[in-house]
């Protein structure tokens, strides 16, 4: 028999994140004493756990490990597992944890400390955000190395030519260049998406939401101030546009020289729009700010 250290390089040697079941979990990651420490991700990857979170995460966490695995710096002080919730549902109430996916680090001497579990709402689930938090509780450097995606370079190619093929059919006329409106229409959609957190997205990499595994509620939006959903992006780009839209409804029934009934439409939209979906942004703003104390028309 191996001894346990031998044991998790021979499992490490055939696949990058070590699966485990609760009693692999309590000799080889719980029982002292270890000379090693390990990095489990405890995750619910059924289908019918119907966890989209868990499978994004599982990606980013197979990139971390295998980036381990196969790297130079390779040793036996650190290895990468996962727990199923499926296959050890014990360990999960033996730890008190009633979500997944959580990524926790077991240190070699004593027990683990709050530290040593990842903060996931805030930091995101990307491999290098995770591979900084092994960092700091390890030491240990993880070089991130990602499998090459050529999907960006592809359509920044596609998109180089449909504006190329545009701007040389359209070579003896090319007064289009210079409307205003479409310009504007431009900035005001990079305004909005830079606005509503998507860079932050890119970033970080949060989960797209978040559901409880025992109600089975997801959450669209962040309970915290310090970190956002990818569909709260969305949901704020939606009401800010929403609320845009309607100001330039506005100025639009101010300016224009259309008849007084379709302005008044416009006037009476305009104002609607606005009114609603800012008092929609004021209450996400409050539920993420608490103790906020100002909101319209909803709490």
Same mark, same amino acid.
């Given at each position: 028999m191996l001894l346990p250290l031998g044991?998790?390089?021979?499992?490490?040697s055939k696949r990058s994140v070590i699966r485990m079941n609760g009693e692999k979990f309590r000799r080889f990651v719980k029982a002292p004493p270890r000379n090693y420490s390990v990095v489990v991700m405890f995750t619910a990857l059924q289908p019918q756990r119907q966890c989209g979170v868990c499978k994004q995460a599982d990606e980013e966490y197979q990139i971390l490990a295998n980036s381990w695995r196969y790297s130079s710096a390779f040793t036996n002080k650190i290895f990468f597992a996962s727990v199923d919730f499926d296959e050890g549902s014990d360990i /999960?109430?033996? $730890?008190n944890m009633n979500s997944?996916?959580? /990524?926790?680090? /077991? %240190?070699?001497?004593?027990?683990?400390?709050?530290?040593?579990t990842y903060e996931l709402q805030v930091?995101?689930?990307?491999?290098?955000q995770i591979s900084r938090w092994i960092a700091d509780r390890t030491d240990i450097n993880v070089r991130v190395i990602r499998p090459p995606n050529y999907a960006g370079p592809l359509m920044l190619g596609f998109l $180089?030519?449909?504006?190329?093929? $545009?701007?040389? $059919?359209r070579r003896n006329n090319l007064e289009f260049l210079y409307n205003k409106n479409a310009w504007a229409f431009a900035a005001l959609c990079f305004v909005l998406i830079m606005t509503s957190g998507q860079m932050w997205n890119h970033i970080?990499? %949060? %989960?797209?939401?978040?559901?409880n595994p025992n109600t089975g509620q997801v959450s669209y939006i962040h309970g915290s101030s310090q970190a956002q959903f990818v569909a709260e992006t969305h949901i704020v780009l939606l009401f800010n546009s929403a609320v845009t839209f309607g100001m330039v409804l506005l100025h639009e029934a101010a300016t224009s020289d259309m008849d007084i009934g379709k302005r008044k439409i416009m006037c009476i939209a305009g104002i609607g729009l606005v009114v609603l979906f800012f008092s929609w942004l004021l209450s996400i703003f409050r539920a993420k700010y608490h103790g906020y104390p100002y909101s319209f028309l909803m709490n």
């Open positions: 044991q998790m390089m021979d499992w490490a /999960f109430h033996m $730890l997944a996916p959580t /990524f926790m680090h /077991f %240190p070699s001497k004593g027990k683990p400390k709050r530290a040593d930091r995101g689930f990307a491999a290098e $180089l030519a449909v504006v190329g093929s $545009l701007v040389y $059919l970080r990499g %949060p %989960p797209y939401a978040h559901k």
